[in-house]
Every structure is written in structure tokens, then in C-alpha cells.
């Protein structure tokens, strides 16, 4: 079977009546755009977001999948067979329906509408919503209706998309890349330069962000590391999952959880061979032995530098906050709660993870989770009630177990404040044990190759501490973070004994739901403090 994967998600909205004789360009313009993207992702999966209407959405679902090999989500306005009636000809409703069986998944609008443009309306936003990437086939025109190409392009630059978070109003946006290639109507006059491909960003200045262009690619970059991983990884999504209500979901969080742990586990190992370096070096030298001296200083910054241009630290951070967002999206989803994670980051902090929204945004969708249309039964009931009851159980012990993260955190921190404080004092000891605070010393043996030797300790034992205070601040941040949680979850295992004495189901429900938020607070915190922690190598 195929390694489990996140695929970027690229969405279509344009004409459905296109003049015949720019087709090839425009295909042209769709070719190049696509293969930019794979060039900038080559471990990317693509899945296309598509409504199947005639015109833009099947020329790019066409090249998409013969060019690209790229999967097809089909979001339709309603109902297949009504929805298929608007084809005027057997031939386009005999694509149409080619198409549509080789979809992956088919969204159907959740409401029946007697304007259908209404529907319209709701499948391009849901499409804008749900794309890395929209690409436009539009002449650049106002729209002629509601759910138009030029809404859905605003839609997507704005990141507010009708009918989603209307109790919200304070919801960070979600805005995106828009390709807008330009494109003719059939029957009208051609605009100037077709098949030309213009690139709109959302302006994100006011967020502090570098741009909307330097996001988009951020956010590429980030999938593709993922999915490198994943397929160096080989297991399929099956192999990762335990959870057949949330397959996908599920295999995201467990794949990003053991990914978090191998990259800590070599951040705190390249700390430790550092400390273990600058030791060697202070006891190579007091000793007298020349040739380990400038061997262990020599480790200690190849060892800095691998970890640094590797970005391992950075790599755990985003990957454990993405798998966080899964576990609470897991736990959602088992307890019946059709909510997307992605949506419910405080508005202050969504900034800071824009791509783990994109990916557990992608997940929730692969999965199809959706609303139900019927009341739950008293057996649904029950089982939702149980998984939010076990939810909250599994993180107590967790958090304050035997073995838990609080008191192993805890423990941890000691630990690398203990070598940090080491590595410091051999520090201080090199330059008091030395002439280098000597000026007339210096300039009499600038080129001396010892003074150089010893330069390089003193920097090796700097570096060494300032990566262990490092560790110790992140396993205090998590202690810290951690035993809030804990509280959390401990006061929200007596709420919900009381809310299942008293058969209460809202009461639980808005319980489960505010502490995934109060946990997602909590981890993007810890994931701002890492960042502004992290100490980078200087720029090649």
C-alpha cells in the first residue's frame, strides 16, 4: 500500500463558457502553473477541488489528472442528479459523470436551495476555503450572480468565506494564493493578454507577516517536509491509524507525534555531544594533550551546525503542535462534534500556525466529517458521551501519571540546567585561567594558534550552554504548560461526572469543545516561545 500522505489541496472557479480559440493557452498557463507547484513540492501529493461544471473546472480537472495524476474532490452545489441536469448535451453529462466516479470524495451543499445560486455560492467558497491554491479562469469582471468568480477570488484573498463561522466574528481569516489566469468568454470581446497568469496574496502586513507571497510558499515548504518524512517513513495510513471514524485524522496525529519525538530526541542528543565536547576539550587541554583539543572543539560545531541547518528544533515544534491539533480533532471527532479544529484557534494566535491549520483543515476534509442530518441516538449518545469521558481520562493520566510529562519535564529541566551551568563555568574558567582579557597579551599573539585554540572553547562552551538553556527553558515552558492542562483536564473530569450523572449531553459537549480551545491556547504559547528561543545560523 502507499505511504500515508497530506496532499496540498488546489481549487478551480472560473467560466463555464470559455472561447475556443484561447484554450491552448490558457491550458498552457494551467500546465505551468501546476508544475510550478510540483517543482516547489515534489513530495506532494495533488488533490483538486472542483465543482465538474462545463468550462474552467473540467479543463483543469482534466489536465490535473492526465498530467499530474492528481486526485479529484467534487463539490457540487446539490444533488448529483439534480446538479447534472444543467448540462445541456449527453456528452457533457457522460464527462461529468466519468469524472465524478473517479472522484475521491464528493461534498454535496448540506441544504437544498430553491435559488441555486445559493448553492453555487456555497460550493465556491467551500471550494476557496479549502485550497492551498486557487487558480481563477476569469477575465478579471465583476461577478454576474451571486457565487461568481470574482466573490469566490475575493473570498479567497479576504479568507472570509460565506456561511462558515457566523458566530465568529473575530476568527482569523484563512485568505490565500489566488492564480488568476486570464481568460475570454465565449462570445465576448477577449481581454488583453490571455492566457496570462497574474499572482494576488492576501495583504497580511498587519498580522506582522513578510507577505502574502512568502506565506504561500511557507506553506509548500512545510508540506512538502512533511510528506518527505511520511514517504522516508513508507507506512500507509492504516499502519498509523487505529480510529476508523477519523482514518485519516487519526494517522496525521499519531505519524506527526512519532516524527516530534525522533526530532527532540536528536536536538537533546546534539546538546549533550556538545557539553560532552566542551568537557573534552577542558580536560584535553589542562592535561596536556594537543591534538584532542582542537578535535573536540572541532565536533562541538560541526554538531551545532548539522543540528542548526537541519532545523530539528524547529521541525519538533511544528510537528508536536500538529499533532496536538490531532489529538484534539480525534477526540472531536469521537465525541460527535463535526468542528474542525482549524477553526478554533484563539484569533490572536492563528497567525503563528498557519500551515498546521491548512494540514488538519485537509485531513478533516479527506475524512468527510459532517454535520448529521439527524438527531443522534440514545446508542450514539452514549458513545460520545464515553469517547469525551475517555478523552479526558487518557490526558489526566497523561499529564500526571506515574510517569508523567509534568514530573518527567520537570526532571529534564534539571537536567539541562545542570549542563548548561557546567559548560558556562569551564567558560569562565578558560578566560580566567588565561591572559585573553590582556590586551598587550592579545596583540602580542594574535596569530599564536593556541590563543586561537582557546578562543574556540570558550565560544564552543558559550554555544554548548546557550543550547542547553535552550532545552531547560523548552522542557520548563512544557512543565509549565503542561501542569495548566492538567488542572484543566483534572477540573473537567469532575464537570463531566457531573454532567453524565445529571444526562446532560450539551453540558458535555460544550465542555469538550472549550477545553480542545483551552488546549490549543496552550500549545500555540509553547510553540511562540520556542520560536523566539531558537537561535539560527547565519543566512548562506
Not at 467534487?74 to 457522460?94: G, I, K, W
Not at 466529517?369 to 460520545?384: G, T
Request: hydrophobic letters at 45%; proline letters at 4%.
Amino acid at each position: 500500500m502507499p505511504p500515508f500522505q497530506v496532499p496540498l489541496t488546489v481549487g478551480v472557479t472560473g467560466h463555464r463558457q470559455i472561447a475556443g480559440d484561447c484554450t491552448q493557452a490558457i491550458e498552457a498557463a494551467v500546465i505551468s502553473l501546476l508544475e510550478g507547484v510540483r517543482t516547489r513540492a515534489p513530495d506532494v501529493p495533488l488533490v483538486l477541488l472542483t465543482g465538474l461544471a462545463e468550462g474552467a473546472d473540467r479543463l483543469v480537472a482534466r489536465l490535473a489528472q492526465e498530467r499530474f495524476g492528481a486526485e479529484i474532490i467534487v463539490v457540487l452545489p446539490r444533488a448529483a442528479e439534480s446538479y447534472r441536469r444543467d448540462f445541456a448535451t449527453a456528452d457533457s453529462r457522460e464527462e461529468f459523470d466519468r469524472l465524478l466516479a473517479a472522484a475521491r470524495l464528493v461534498v454535496t451543499c448540506p441544504e437544498d436551495h430553491a435559488d441555486p445560486t445559493v448553492g453555487y455560492a456555497w460550493a465556491g467558497n467551500f471550494t476557496a476555503l479549502h485550497s492551498h491554491l486557487l487558480i481563477a479562469l476569469w477575465d478579471g469582471d465583476e461577478a454576474r450572480g451571486d457565487g461568481g468568480t470574482a466573490e469566490i477570488v475575493r473570498a479567497k484573498l479576504k479568507g472570509r468565506y460565506a456561511g462558515w463561522n457566523k458566530g465568529e466574528p473575530l476568527q482569523y481569516d484563512e485568505g490565500g494564493a489566488v492564480a488568476h489566469v486570464i481568460t475570454a468568454r465565449a462570445g465576448e470581446t477577449p481581454p488583453a493578454h490571455v492566457g496570462q497568469i497574474n499572482w494576488l496574496y492576501p495583504d497580511v502586513g498587519l498580522i506582522g507577516a513578510r507577505g502574502g507571497e512568502n506565506r504561500h510558499a511557507a506553506v509548500l515548504s512545510a508540506f512538502n517536509t512533511l510528506n518527505r518524512l511520511l514517504k522516508r517513513d513508507g507506512r500507509a495510513r492504516e499502519a498509523w491509524s487505529t480510529n476508523p471514524a477519523a482514518p485519516s485524522i487519526d494517522a496525521l496525529k499519531s505519524a506527526t507525534d512519532h516524527f516530534a519525538n525522533q526530532f527532540q530526541r536528536r536536538t537533546h542528543i546534539a546538546v549533550r555531544v556538545m557539553v560532552l565536547a566542551t568537557v573534552v576539550a577542558a580536560i584535553a587541554s589542562t592535561v596536556g594533550v594537543p591534538i584532542v583539543t582542537p578535535a573536540a572543539v572541532a565536533v562541538g560545531f560541526a554538531v551545532w551546525l548539522f543540528s542548526s541547518r537541519s532545523r530539528w528544533q524547529r521541525l519538533h515544534t511544528d510537528l508536536r503542535a500538529l499533532a496536538e491539533a490531532g489529538r484534539i480533532q480525534v477526540a472531536w471527532a469521537a465525541s460527535g462534534l463535526p468542528f474542525c479544529v482549524a477553526d478554533h484557534y484563539h484569533p490572536a494566535q492563528a497567525t503563528s500556525v498557519a500551515w498546521i491549520r491548512r494540514a488538519i483543515r485537509t485531513v478533516f476534509l479527506l475524512d468527510d466529517i459532517q454535520r448529521p442530518r439527524a438527531a443522534p441516538s440514545p446508542q450514539d449518545r452514549k458513545r460520545h458521551a464515553e469517547a469525551g469521558h475517555a478523552w479526558i481520562d487518557e490526558q489526566v493520566a497523561y499529564f500526571l501519571g506515574n510517569n508523567g510529562v509534568v514530573s518527567r519535564y520537570r526532571r529534564q529541566a534539571r537536567i539541562f540546567a545542570i549542563l548548561g551551568l557546567v559548560c558556562l563555568g569551564i567558560g569562565l574558567l578558560i578566560v580566567a585561567g588565561n591572559k585573553l582579557l590582556d590586551v598587550t597579551h592579545i596583540q602580542q599573539t594574535v596569530l599564536d594558534t593556541a590563543l586561537l585554540l582557546q578562543v574556540g572553547r570558550i565560544a564552543l562552551a558559550i554555544t554548548a550552554s546557550v543550547q542547553a538553556y535552550q532545552a531547560f527553558m523548552s522542557f520548563g515552558d512544557l512543565q509549565r504548560s503542561f501542569a495548566v492542562s492538567a488542572h484543566l483536564f483534572r477540573l473537567a473530569r469532575d464537570e463531566a461526572r457531573a454532567a453524565a450523572e445529571a444526562d446532560d449531553q450539551p453540558r458535555l459537549i460544550r465542555l469538550i469543545v472549550q477545553l480542545g480551545r483551552a488546549a490549543l491556547v496552550e500549545n500555540v504559547s509553547w510553540v511562540i516561545l520556542r520560536r523566539q528561543r531558537r537561535i539560527k545560523p547565519p543566512s548562506a
